[in-house]
């Protein structure tokens, strides 16, 4: 079945040690996201790439980066993650922006911080 | 601007009874309008959609919901409730083009009774 895969499931990290997470897609579509979830909210967006145009939410912190060496895979790098960055993180995919086109979410990596 | 107003954070029903989750959008233009559904642990999970073909959607697991636009809402509905439907609903609008991201409302937590 065509889906988004995103690797680790959980994810443990000291404050301050980089960390990168992983997502795939099988369905090839054109646009991939990265939200941020907060326990009991809703997800946030933080950036998305439009093939290999990057976008940046306004508010997303420089502490968050992203790279899409090609169409199937996206990846978060959080340089230097604080206690405050301990989330939900979900992939997304899109066949295009806007419109009516629905994003297909992966299961998330819960990332802790010690 | 796009908004959702979710007005339940929570409701709670009996097995075997009616779900009602509330939805109610703010838009200049027509929208396109999503619920999606969140497991524990899990990532979102489209329910169903909105794209003006028709008023009334069905969706997967036997849930729908309507679009009034006199009413500027978009209420999820299920005649019977099981205990699997237990999740967060989220529900989300928009715009019908442009670079614009997803608008989510802050969520409906369900809660199912034996």
């Known amino acids: 079945d065509a889906m988004v895969i995103q690797n680790p499931r959980y994810q443990v990290t000291q404050f301050g040690k980089p960390v990168t997470l992983s997502c795939s897609q099988t369905?090839?579509?054109?646009?991939m996201y990265w939200y941020q979830q907060k326990s009991s909210q809703a997800p946030k967006l933080l950036f998305h790439y439009y093939d290999k145009d990057f976008n940046n939410e306004a508010d997303t912190p420089d502490n968050f980066q992203s790279r899409r060496p090609n169409t199937s895979f996206c990846f978060l790098d959080i340089r230097s993650p604080g206690l405050g960055d301990a989330a939900m993180y979900l992939c997304?995919?899109?066949?295009?922006?806007?419109?009516?086109?629905?994003?297909?979410f992966g299961d998330g990596t819960r990332l802790s911080i010690l | 601007a796009q908004s959702v107003t979710q007005l339940d954070s929570h409701v709670s029903v009996s097995e075997g009874t009616p779900v009602l989750l509330r939805c109610n959008y703010s838009s200049s233009y027509s929208p396109s309008l999503f619920w999606y559904v969140q497991h524990p642990n899990k990532g979102l999970q489209l329910l169903l959609k909105y794209t003006s073909a028709a008023t009334l959607v069905k969706g997967i697991n036997g849930f729908e919901a309507e679009f009034k636009k006199s009413e500027t809402s978009f209420h999820l509905t299920k005649p019977s409730a099981h205990m699997s439907d237990a999740a967060e609903y989220f529900c989300?609008?928009?715009?019908?083009?442009?670079?614009?991201?997803?608008?989510f409302g802050k969520g409906t937590r369900l809660s199912v009774i034996a």
């Open positions: 989300v609008v928009r715009p019908p083009s442009g670079n614009t991201p997803l608008v």
């Open positions: 997304a995919t899109s066949r295009t922006l806007g419109g009516n086109q629905p994003q297909h």
């Open positions: 369905l090839n579509h054109n646009v």
